[in-house]
């Protein structure tokens, strides 16, 4: 079992940054895969990115590529999420999820999730 707690989120002006992170309990964070999502009001959750074990496999979708940084400290068990270049389109309820062996794009496969935390990008 993995709990997984966000943090960094808030409101922020087009062109800023911010950085996210994924703190999580248990002794095996290192062997789940990782990847942050978001949900703004009335669409489906959507995929951001995510990040293997070792971090040498790491993937984003294509309107973040070149803004967002996705990484993970093993030994301090979290991930973070890097954002720069933040566009209002960026806003969301940004969410961690993990799973022990899925690392695609298809939110109802992973297996663990954070309570979400806020980003507003204002204009």
């Known amino acids: 079992q993995v709990q997984l707690v966000e943090s960094g989120g808030g409101l922020v002006q087009a062109g800023g940054s911010l950085r996210l992170s994924c703190a999580a309990s248990?002794?095996?964070?290192?062997?789940?895969?990782m990847a942050w999502f978001r949900q703004a009001p009335g669409k489906e959750r959507e995929f951001v990115s995510s990040?293997?074990?070792?971090?040498?496999?790491?993937y984003y979708t294509d309107s973040v590529k070149g803004r967002f940084t996705i990484s993970r400290d093993n030994a301090k068990n979290t991930v973070y999420l890097q954002m720069n270049s933040l566009k209002p389109d960026d806003t969301a309820v940004y969410y961690c999820?993990?799973?022990?062996?899925?690392?695609?794009?298809?939110?109802?496969?992973?297996?663990?999730w954070g309570q979400g935390t806020q980003v507003t990008v204002s204009s």
């Open positions: 248990g002794r095996t964070f290192s062997s789940y895969v």
């Open positions: 999820a993990g799973d022990q062996n899925y690392i695609g794009s298809n939110y109802r496969l992973y297996s663990y």
């Open positions: 990040i293997n074990r070792s971090a040498r496999m790491i």
